[in-house]
Structures are given as structure tokens and as C-alpha cells.
């Protein structure tokens, strides 16, 4: 149990129940100054560094675009996806494509795994792509990296019947509008391509369910859940003082609305064939 916890419950036992509920709005407001005080410090400690996971060493923008920014610099982000990536990292892509990049997490990170392949980054909003193409060349990539507006299915489309595609990374994450652009009778390019996409069902709207359906027949699907995180995730050895894990949690959160989960999607044509994994 940590002094935190030994001070709530004698408090609770020993404090009038007024005093106690004046009491907690105190300490709560108390907490969250020492946690943003210690978000600081620590930010500032890690040196604008990716600190671990498939993008360590990664050399980071000083913000992010609709996510949150500490769990990129501690490289929790998304860290259901670290063994997808472990996986991903030993096959050979000649193309990436990340629709809805924000300000590049997946596509330079991906241009520092995939050395020779072609990224091509989608974003919708002016911000993510002027962060995009800084970030990129912060890790000298930018001459690999393009980055492009708002992904229609035409775009897409077009994107993935180029030349030199037939070894394509599809990385996405669009709100919702995965249904429309992985459709492999509008995009039969797909049918070859690997896939990881971030699903946003709502009621009445079974993405994931759609998506595993249309793919059935051309690719092994993955599913991968999202889950809380946990002191043991944390990657670094400095810690908050007295074991005092409330920070520690809160820089890793990534403030999701709800559970949600990603679908990493493998053609069976490269196991079919006996190609590299």
C-alpha cells in the first residue's frame, strides 16, 4: 500500500465527513499542481527524445496533434501495437501509407524502420502536415517522406496502384472513415497489402465487425484490444517520489474516450508463396 493510500484511509476513519470532502477537493487540486510540476521536469528530461519502443531514439517535434504528447516522448503510445511492430519490422515494405499521420508518429517512424521504402503521409489538418514534414527532417527523412492533404478514396486509390507497390504498409487512423477507404472492391490493391488500422465502432456501427468480414478471405486478422496502462509500463527509472504513482499513470495516458481496438491485417498471398516474412 503507498503512504497515499495509508493517509486516504485514516483520514477516513478519523476525520468528520465535512472536513473530509473539504479536505479532498484540496489535496485533488494539491495533487494535480505536483503532477504537472513533475510533467515538466520530466518532459524537460527527456530532451525531446523518443525514450523507448519501436521508435527509440526517435528525435521528436515539441507537440502532437489530437494525442496526447508525453506517452510519444516515453514511447507508451500505443504500446498494444509494440509487437505488431516487432513483427512488421522483419518484413521488407517498399511503401508506407499513413492516412490521418497527425504530425508524423507513424510515418517518420516508420522511415526509420523501412530505411529504403517510400512514405506517404495523409493528413487533413494544415498544422499535422507543417509538423510532419519537421518532423521528418528532424530525422532526416524528408526526402523520403510526403506528405499530402486530406485522403479521399481517389487519392488513396491512386496512391496504392502506383508503381513499386507491391509491398505496401497501410497504417491508418481516421475517425471512423476507415469504412470508406478499406474497401478492397473500391481498392483492389488492398488485397496485397499489409494493414493496421485503429477501429472507432459506435453503436449501430460495427467497423471492426465490416473490416474483418471484407478481409476474411485475403488476409489474417489480428486483433488487437486497448487496455489501461500500468506502473510496469512506465520505461524509465526516475519515479515520482514516495511511490507516489498518480504522475507516473497520467504520463502515460492517452485519454480515449472509450475501449477501442486495432485490427493489424496480414496478406495471405506472402505466407502462400513462401515469401520473406
Known sequence: MTPSMIARRLALLLLPRRLWFALRSVHRAWIGKLSEIWHRRLRARLGGTVQSGPFRGMRYVEEAVGSA?????????ELELHPVFEKLSKREFGLVVDVGAAEGWYAA???????????????????GRLLCEKLAARNGASGRVEVRGFA???????????????????????????????????????????ILVECHDEEGNPIAATLRTRFASTHEVEIIPSRTRSVADFPLADRPPLGWNAPLLAAMTEHRPRRMEWLAMFPRTVAEKGEKP
Open 109 to 127: 517512424g516508420s522511415a526509420r524502420l523501412w530505411p529504403s521504402a517510400r512514405v506517404v503521409a495523409f493528413e487533413a489538418e494544415a498544422k
Open 152 to 194: 479521399n478514396l481517389p487519392a488513396f486509390r491512386a496512391i496504392l496502384d502506383g508503381p513499386g507497390t507491391a509491398r505496401a504498409l497501410v497504417i491508418m487512423d481516421v475517425e471512423g472513415a476507415e469504412i470508406a477507404l478499406l474497401d478492397p472492391a473500391e481498392v483492389p490493391a488492398l488485397s496485397r497489402a499489409t
Open 69 to 77: 504528447f508525453l506517452p510519444k516522448l516515453l514511447g507508451t503510445y
